[in-house]
């Protein structure tokens, strides 16, 4: 069954930090180009992070330098790190491929965010 499961998020205040989990099952992990996306209220969902499958990584300019994307292959699992979080890392964080693929069809539930005083 193929399943993504996203864990890590909470209230955190402005300055913090959080570290995200997303589980995938059912998919074979290792050759796969995933991502961490994140959506607002009212706004689009956007990737925020990347990662191929052999590691390399980029980020959308707002999270550069804060955030830090990785992934265990064994464990088939992407974490993002999201450091010096500001109240406008606020929203729910999903994880998925980078790039539109048949995963597009499973998004999990997602993990929200709160960055607040």
């Known amino acids: 069954q193929v399943q993504l499961v996203e864990s890590g998020g909470g209230l955190v205040q402005p300055g913090g930090s959080l570290r995200l989990s997303c589980a995938a099952s059912g998919v074979i992990f290792g050759i796969l180009d995933m991502g961490w996306y994140r959506q607002a209220p009212g706004k689009q969902r956007e990737l925020v992070a990347g990662i191929n499958r052999g590691g390399s990584t980029n980020y959308v300019d707002s999270v550069k330098g804060r955030f830090t994307i990785s992934r265990d292959n064994a464990k088939k699992t992407v974490y993002l790190q999201m450091n010096n979080l500001k109240p406008e890392d606020t929203a729910v964080y999903y994880c998925?491929?980078?790039?539109?693929?048949?995963?597009?069809?499973?998004w999990g539930q997602g993990t929200q965010v709160t960055v607040s005083s």
């Open positions: 998925n491929t980078a790039t539109r693929t048949a995963l597009w069809n499973y």
